[in-house]
């Protein structure tokens, strides 16, 4: 049986999931992969300053990665937006095993035919709302 062909939505999820797998993993060198190489590359982790070029990106995430008590982090609520060879990426960040603290955005473009990322900003956010009870008044 042939796998179905993935959509450029699929891999831009598979490559955003790569980067949170990358923290988990604590992994310096799959995160260095998963960044673009000839883009102009940017990231805001919370409360730090914006950091401009892929040097002090990459830096800071092996500082970050390289720190024991660094938390474990995983994502949630993603929606993924296309725009041609460019993805925008919105979800919630937070510890493994507690509810999620932080929004994040995370900017991908195709870059020698695979999705990569070239911005990636966190903050804090709202809880999750509850789902809507269910109308009963349809039934």
Do not use: K
């Not at 474990?72 to 937006?81: G, H, P, Y």
């Not at 493994?96 to 473009?109: C, D, E, M």
Request: neutral net charge.
């Amino acid at each position: 049986m042939i796998a179905p062909m993935s959509t450029d939505a699929d891999l831009v999820r598979a490559a955003n999931e790569s980067f949170y797998s990358a923290f988990r993993a604590r992994d310096p060198d799959a995160m260095d992969r998963l960044w673009a190489r000839s883009a102009s590359v940017t990231c805001i982790h919370p409360g730090w300053s914006a950091l401009h070029g892929r040097a002090p990106v990459i830096e800071s995430l092996r500082r970050i990665l390289r720190n024991p008590s660094s938390p474990s982090i995983a994502c949630s609520d993603v929606a993924v937006s296309l725009y041609g060879d460019s993805a925008l990426v919105i979800c919630r960040e937070g510890v493994v095993g507690q509810p999620a603290v932080l929004v994040a955005t995370n900017v991908f473009v195709r870059e020698d035919s695979s999705w990569r990322m070239v911005h990636h900003q966190a903050g804090p956010t709202a809880p999750a709302a509850p789902p809507p009870a269910p109308d009963r008044s349809l039934n």
